[in-house]
């Protein structure tokens, strides 16, 4: 075999620290090759915040490395293994199927992980293929940078490589690969495997590494271990809040899909919020609504738990386990989802009853089943302090069919914001920023899958340049703030991917 063409440029270099941990936590593998691959699209943000030089995303090499087919120098890949309950349900070992670390890079933008998805089979594949899709791959990239944009913590996304490579799922698809971003990977369940085992060494050995990697703070605490499941609890509550504000669902809360740092991770069968059903089930194959968005909250906590049992042989005692779960998420979620909400609706300060406004908002959400996105960004542009003016408040007054019922809440949204004033343009101003217009439709994201599925990439590109910027105008975008056109009733998202 000729030598490879050498890289055109001077690529940041690694600093791999998930591989300096002991064996036991991961196998070290190759990615397996794939012929023909392609860019399907990059977020240059992404390739930027990595060090990569100008440039080097046009490069033959790019798409060969992102592919797992050329290995950068000093990248040490490997897949991690994890265990964890999925439906409620302790599943064993699981482990990265589809997975391959590359290795991180540092540099003055942080810590980054690199992570090929879909680049072959590992020994944690339990008899899958090792691959992903264009169609489940161009969901996770473009949710990713999509997160991002909308300010919720989430691993990144680099690029999507396509290939011609056939792939089994309900039909014959091809195989891609998305490269992800992350400070880190671990998951909840890479604790969860070690306790399991009663492997008490190994599991002292990763809290070590999460605290020295990512949480030095918690190693002054009096107990890091348990400042450590402190930190996640609260940023598990704080997600949460996040997802719950923008009318965000995962789909699959299992805790092998929980991040210890508090991100967005493993795009999967997600769904953003479209006519308001707090009970909305997002993952089709979800048959009980586990994972229904009102479920989030109540799920993070349970997830919480089965870490803090994981905890319990690091804790001098067991108490402490559920005690810090309890005494940081339930807070830390109520607080955070009312600032949310808080700016959501243009409140300029919080008031005592605030609590039962933002309640009967969601009743009156639920029943009349609005758009959710275009109701609060709507809202956005009403006037607070004018009478009611029916021409000005039409565009938000079309989303409902019960017009007396959107008049009653526009009367009561006006009374409140009457109690602590805010002229409306400064107030307007605040409300766009807290109210994105664009948010990863799935009818958006099924027609980028659709077109690029022929072969043009175009609409995926087109749809990460917007929804980087979620919260500003963009005219040039309108279409795609527009509500799911009658095709897309009855899109189903499931777990297959
Ligand atoms: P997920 O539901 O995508 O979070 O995956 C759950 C587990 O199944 C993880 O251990 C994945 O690595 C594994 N997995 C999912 N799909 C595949 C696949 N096509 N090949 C190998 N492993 C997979
Ligand atoms: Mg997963």
């Given at each position: 075999m000729n030598a490879p063409e050498p890289l055109p440029i001077d690529l940041p270099s690694f600093d791999n620290s998930f591989a300096a941990l002991p064996e036991a936590f991961y196998t070290r593998l190759a990615p397996l090759p794939l012929g023909n691959p392609r860019v399907v699209a990059v977020s240059e943000v992404v390739a930027a915040m990595l060090g990569l030089p100008p440039g080097f995303v046009d490069s033959p090499q790019f798409a060969e490395i992102f592919t797992g087919n050329r290995l950068l120098p000093g990248s040490e890949p490997l897949a991690a293994v994890y265990s964890g309950h999925q439906f409620g349900v302790w599943a064993g070992q699981l482990g990265?199927?589809?997975?391959?670390?590359?290795g991180g890079l540092r540099n003055d933008t942080g810590h980054w992980e690199i992570q090929l998805k879909g680049a072959g089979r590992t020994p944690y594949s339990r008899g899958a293929d090792g691959r992903a899709v264009l169609r489940s791959s161009i969901r996770e990239f473009l949710c990713s940078e999509a997160m991002a944009g909308l300010g919720v913590p989430t691993t990144r996304a680099l690029c999507i490589i396509g290939t011609d490579q056939p792939v089994r799922r309900e039909e014959i698809e091809t195989a891609a690969v998305v490269t992800r971003v992350a400070p880190g990977f671990v998951r909840f369940g890479s604790f969860e495997h070690w306790a399991s085992r009663h492997r008490h060494g190994e599991l002292q050995q990763l809290a070590d590494y999460v605290i020295d990697t990512?949480?030095?703070?918690?190693?002054?605490?009096?107990n890091p271990y348990e400042a450590l499941l402190r930190d996640v609890s609260r940023r598990t509550g704080e997600l949460m809040a996040q997802w719950m504000a923008v009318g965000f669902m995962h789909g699959v809360m299992n805790t092998d899909n929980m991040s210890i740092l508090g991100l967005t991770l493993d795009y999967g069968p997600f769904g953003f919020m479209e006519a308001?059903?707090?009970?909305?089930?997002?993952?089709?194959?979800?048959h009980q609504g586990r994972y229904s968005y009102q479920n989030q909250p109540h799920v993070g906590q349970w997830n919480l738990y089965r870490l803090a049992d994981a905890f319990l042989p690091l804790?001098?005692?067991?108490?402490l386990a559920r005690a810090a779960v309890d005494e940081t998420y339930g807070d830390a979620f109520a607080l955070r989802f009312a600032g949310l909400m808080r700016a959501k609706l243009g409140l300029r300060a919080s008031l005592p009853d605030d609590e039962t406004f933002i309640d009967e908002t969601f009743a009156f959400l639920q029943m009349q089943r609005p758009d959710y996105t275009l109701f609060f960004r709507r809202l956005c542009?009403?006037?607070?302090?004018?009478?009611?003016?029916r021409a000005t408040d039409n565009a938000w007054r079309?989303?409902?069919?019960d017009r007396a019922a959107g008049d009653a809440w526009l009367a009561n949204w006006r009374a409140r914001q009457a109690r602590t004033p805010w002229p409306d343009a400064e107030r307007q101003a605040a409300m766009l920023a807290a109210n994105p217009k664009f948010v990863l439709r799935n009818w958006l994201a099924e027609s980028a899958i659709r077109q690029a599925k022929t072969g043009d990439f175009s609409e995926v590109r087109r749809l990460l340049a917007c929804l980087?910027?979620?919260?500003?105008?963009?005219p040039e975008f309108e279409?795609?703030?527009?509500?799911?056109?009658?095709?897309?009733?009855?899109?189903a998202v499931s777990c297959s991917s």
């Open positions: 990265d199927g589809r997975a391959h670390l590359l990512f949480r030095p703070a918690c190693r002054t605490q009096i308001f059903d707090a009970g909305h089930i997002c993952n089709h194959s979800d804790l001098k005692r067991p108490a542009r009403l006037s607070a302090t004018n009478a009611p003016d079309d989303l409902f069919i980087r910027r979620p919260y500003d105008e963009q279409a795609y703030a527009a509500l799911p056109p009658d095709w897309a009733n009855g899109l």
